[in-house]
């Protein structure tokens, strides 16, 4: 019998791979849990079980009739219901219609040209870094930094015009801190505030629209485009997932760079395929998302080794664990970019496998190479213009954020001696 898994509980997010290094010890491609909430859920932890889970149709995205704690219908309610129609909660044909139209955002040319206004930024972000430093002595990168950054870049790409960012910026941070974060009535508020935003914007865009992604979904009025509510939709999915992934991997990166000095020297002498290699592996080595959203067995399915998951049943890949595995991976648990380097000796070699960060299949995140850009030009600009950049508390007790989906450190807090 596994131990009952509270995802709530401190001492669990701050450090969860040995939990899941027990389950993935079984050696059987899914584990039952019991939760703390009182039902139970089958977990993937295992490299190999988990991309075979994520491509295995069977498992289906959209969540059940009735899913999730009942809520009193409210204002702040019906604009948290406009994401159940967004494109991670849906199976093919849907899923394949809704992720057609949004692809074209996210090309490499798209993306790459984003660079030079990821860099202009920054560069404001870590001259207030500095600024709070100065002032106070310390400053938290997660609400100073690694938060604001995805926030103001997502602006950019769904068109929200400069003026409105710092409203935008508050927004999400109210609707996406732990509820022990905020005064009450303050995260209904913001989800309201958001609702109505997203609103005017979609209309806006129809009457003027620019040359942004959302001005493009607007435009799209082929059959099969996207009507309002799924518009909506897709203005949270890609405000929450564009700045979720790349939040905790900045704030995650940072703490482990500062924690591993000589991997944070090597970085600097090595240039930007050291940099690239130090995010691939804060990517596998601190998941930003610790599981993919939940799945659920359209019907039962055999998975192997006795293990048969009975249909609705609930299903969680746990990223985490999966990009930890030994069996992938050499040294697991060790902080260790130079896997990711082509051949640390200079010469012929090859990198290491793949890591699962971003998922698998047909709901790989579709944002993966901007996260990637975000992560590559924001690391060494912080760290270059505050070279003395430490740590301002004790790392092993710096809390994380709850949940199964999520992870990453609430706060990082530096100092500059």
Known sequence: MHDLLNPADPAFARDPYPYYARLRAEGRPAARVALANGTHAWLVTGYRQAREVLADARFSNVPPSGAGRPRPDSPAQRARACLARHMLNSDSPDHTRLRRLTTAAFTPRRVDALRPRIEELTDKLVAEV???????????????????????????????????????????????????AL????????????HAYFTELIARKRREPGEDLF???VRDTDEGGLDDGELLAMAFLLLFAGYETTMNLLASASLLLLTHPHELAAARDGGPERWAAVVEEALRHASPLEGTTWRRAAVEVDLGQGTVVPAGASVLVVLASANRDPDRFPSPDAFLPDRYLTDPGGGEGERAAAHLAFGHGPHFCLGSRLARLEGAVALPRLFEALPGLELAAEASGLPYRPGLLVRGPRRVPVRVP
């Open 130 to 180: 500095a600024g709070r430093v100065a002032a106070d002595g310390t400053a938290d990168l997660v609400d100073a930094f690694a938060f604001p950054l995805p926030v103001l870049v997502i602006g950019e790409v769904l068109g929200v015009p400069e003026a409105d960012r710092a409203d935008l910026r508050a927004w999400t941070y109210r609707v996406g801190s732990p509820a022990d």
């Open 183 to 194: 005064a009450e009535g303050e995260a209904d508020e913001a989800w309201v505030r958001l």
């Open 215 to 217: 001005s493009a979904l």
